[in-house]
């Protein structure tokens, strides 16, 4: 979409990061994409800077967004990789049939909004939980007659701070909901910030760019880097978040 000129005509790149929980550890799958403000001209002579306000039209994005997450799930039922729980297997093909058709006629949501605090900020609040499951040790509180005790938000009543009880069976359920798959990759690199030609590229974006090292920062004060499950954007948005529901 990038790369088609009615829009920016350029190629750019995307890290994506998954994140599955929440801060009662429900299952809320999302993805943080964090996305260059430009990107490479197709002779790569040049760089196209997105407008300041601006990055793609987001109703598109999120149609975008649907098709290709939806086609991959049809790919993966069609070769066996994705299975429902029907006990027949035209049941299970009509129940995929309805799921998918619910889905395409919902509309699905992407957030492209400037960082708070500056890409930095992101780029370490992403980091906290590259390699994190779920829930900080220190959030633990007790573990008494079966009953596990932990600290959380509760973003429904102005993020007041609450302390949760779950029997030790369903605190070990919710957290196995976030522990993927062997060999599934949580952390993706796409276009100009792929691994293969990521140090080539970026070199070169930083000469186009009239900057032959890394961009520092000229901030005075530290910027707080939101908790887990906090927001990275303002408004409550989320950092070129995809997020379908």
């Given at each position: 979409m990038a790369a088609n000129p009615d829009h920016l005509g350029a190629r750019t790149g995307v890290l994506a990061v998954l994140h599955t929980w929440g801060q009662a550890l429900q299952l809320h799958p999302h993805v943080h994409c964090v996305v260059p403000g430009g990107g490479l001209t197709e002779d790569r002579t040049g760089w196209v800077h997105s407008r300041p306000d601006f990055?793609?039209?987001?109703?598109?994005?999120?149609?975008?967004?649907?098709g290709k997450f939806l086609a991959g799930l049809r790919a993966a039922f069609a070769e066996g990789r994705l299975h429902l729980t029907s006990p027949c297997l035209d049941?299970?093909?009509?129940?995929?049939?309805?799921?998918?058709?619910?889905?395409?006629g919902t509309d699905w949501v992407v957030y492209a909004r400037p960082p708070f605090g500056g890409p930095d900020v992101v780029l370490k609040y992403l980091a906290r939980y590259t390699h994190r499951v779920a829930?900080?040790?220190?959030?633990?509180?007790?573990?008494?007659?079966?009953t596990v005790s932990f600290r959380?938000?509760?973003?429904a009543h102005g993020n007041r701070r609450r302390v949760r009880k779950l029997s030790a069976r369903e605190?070990?359920?919710?957290?196995?909901l976030h522990?993927?798959?062997?060999?599934?990759v949580r952390i993706r690199h796409c276009g100009i910030l792929s691994n293969r030609h990521r140090q080539e590229d970026l070199a070169l974006c930083r000469e186009l760019l009239g900057n032959g090292a890394t961009a520092e920062t000229d901030r005075e004060e530290p910027v707080k880097v939101p908790e887990e499950g906090e927001s990275i954007t303002p408004r409550g948005s989320v950092l070129t978040a995809a997020r379908a529901g």
């Open positions: 990055f793609r039209p987001v109703r598109i994005l999120s149609r975008v967004f649907r049941g299970a093909a009509r129940e995929f049939q309805r799921l998918v058709s619910a889905a395409v829930i900080r040790n220190s959030r633990l509180l007790d573990f008494e007659d079966g959380s938000k509760d973003y605190f070990v359920r919710r957290l196995l522990v993927l798959p062997a060999g599934f």
